[in-house]
Every structure is written in C-alpha cells, then in structure tokens.
C-alpha cells in the first residue's frame, strides 16, 4: 500500500525557515517523479516543486532560490527546505507522486494528508 506522510509544518515568522518531509513507503522511488504542491488558503493548489527519478529538479518562478527540494534514499524521505518565507507562502502543502512527470503536474497519482504553513509578517 502506497502511502506518503508530510510532516514538518508549522507557524514561522517572515523571513524564516521550516523543512517539509514526505515519509514514502509502498513504491520504489527510482520509478517515479515526486513533487511539492502548495495550496494558499482559498486558492487553487499550485506545483512548488519536483524531482524526477533521474533526479532532475524543477521550481516554481516564485520559490526559486529560495526552496530546495531532495530526497533521502536511505531514509525514504522526500524533503522541502524552505527558506526566506514570505506571507504568501502561507498555506497547505502536499506531497505528491506518479509514474511520470506529465501525470504528476496534471493530477498525481499519490498525495499525502497535506501539512500546513503560516508564515506572519
């Protein structure tokens, strides 16, 4: 059974820093592309961030120098480090994977429960 656990949220200031994790189990992480999605209160749910299983990376325009996605192989785990976070960073982020990265950007085939951010001013 497919399962993905976030973790790591939290109530940060301006300017701070939380780290995401995405506890995997249930698949091999070599098969599929993985990836950070946010969802700011009232909005649509955005991508954020992937990582393929070639171990390609990519980012949204507004997180770029500033998250940084991974994944630890041996603990198989998927992380976010965000840093310098800003108000509108504020809301739900889930992690998320699929057997491509087509089908991730588009629906996803797994999701975790989500965890929340709130980032003050």
């Known amino acids: 059974q497919v399962q993905l656990v976030e973790s790591g949220g939290g109530s940060v200031q301006a300017g701070g820093s939380l780290r995401l994790s995405c506890a995997v189990s249930g698949f091999a992480y070599s098969t599929y592309c993985m990836g950070w999605f946010h969802q700011p209160p009232g909005k649509e749910r955005d991508g954020v961030a992937t990582?393929?299983?070639?171990?390609?990376?990519s980012y949204a325009d507004s997180v770029k120098g500033r998250f940084t996605i991974s994944y630890d192989s041996a603990k198989n785990t998927l992380y976010l480090q965000m840093n310098s976070l800003k108000p509108e960073d504020t809301g739900m982020y889930y992690c998320?994977?699929?057997?491509?990265?087509?089908?991730?950007?588009?629906?996803?085939?797994?999701w975790g429960q989500g965890t929340q951010v709130t980032v003050s001013s």
């Open positions: 998320a994977a699929d057997h491509s990265f087509l089908g991730l950007v588009t629906g996803g085939q797994y």
């Open positions: 990582i393929g299983s070639d171990g390609s990376l």
